[in-house]
């Protein structure tokens, strides 16, 4: 490991480098596997963050409180320490920068780290590819301002006439904030995301229920399945 960015009180970037790796997909992940002194070994998934081409990558990761793998490696490992990984790893929930259609990210709490690498490709995707000129929006429920994940980058990012970002707020909202915190609905999903006849890319990530919530409603409002990739955490989760 060669770098280490606090992202929240529960969270951090690990940037890894890999010998061998010739560049990643944005939305891949890697399989990261601990073994401990009696031989015990735990493999959890992890989504790719960056998009930089070369031999690094970075890795956001967030504790869960009855977690194996991820208490370690929000707290205990540092720069110099070595890791197992294999990857990265997914083929179909990807954005390609030979793409010029539209694209729609929506995110839910750490979800927005496989969409953060999207964001990140587009940013520095070749000037000549379809996909560099691809208009993008992100559309992120987190629970409070200090749940933000890359709040600097995405509001610079923001700047771009083609990127659009919309934080929701479920239970804390900054001051000033014109929306008061409260679950993202369907209605004000549909008002936050590319029309259907746009038919935009999209590309869903999140716990399960949240996931599952926010595609049923995107279909119910006239987007095609076939358009909608989805991401799920393992566990059960909560409703938008």
């Known amino acids: ?49 960056s998009a930089s081409p070369g031999d690094e990558l970075d890795l956001t990761v967030e504790e869960l409180a009855d977690g194996e793998v991820s208490p370690y490696l929000v707290h205990q490992v540092a720069v110099g320490d070595q890791l197992e990984v294999r990857g990265p790893v997914g083929g179909w929930f990807v954005w390609d920068p030979a793409d010029s259609s539209p694209v729609q990210l929506i995110a839910g709490g750490s979800g927005v780290v496989p969409l953060m690498a999207m964001l990140r490709a587009h940013a520095v995707a070749d000037p000549a590819s379809p996909g560099a000129a691809a208009p993008f929006r992100l559309l992120y429920s987190v629970r409070g301002p200090d749940a933000v994940y890359y709040g600097s980058e995405l509001d610079a990012l923001a700047r771009s006439p083609l990127v659009d970002v919309t934080v929701l707020y479920t ?70």
């Not at 996931?211 to 358009?227: M, N």
């Open 171 to 240: 239970r804390a909202a900054p001051a000033g904030n014109d929306r008061p915190p409260r679950r993202l609905d369907a209605a004000t999903l549909m008002q936050s995301v590319w029309p259907a006849a746009d038919n935009p890319a999209v590309f869903v990530c999140g716990a399960t229920a949240f996931v599952e919530t926010v595609a049923d409603w995107l279909v119910l409002g006239g987007h095609s399945p076939a358009r909608i990739k989805t991401e799920r955490y393992g566990d059960t989760g909560t409703r938008p």
């Open 1 to 49: 490991m060669i770098g280490v960015t606090p992202e929240t009180r529960t969270a951090r970037t690990l940037r890894l480098r890999l010998p061998g790796l010739t560049g990643h997909r944005a939305g891949q992940h890697v399989d990261v596997r601990l073994t401990a002194p009696d031989g015990y070994t735990a493999v959890r998934s992890y989504s790719v963050a």
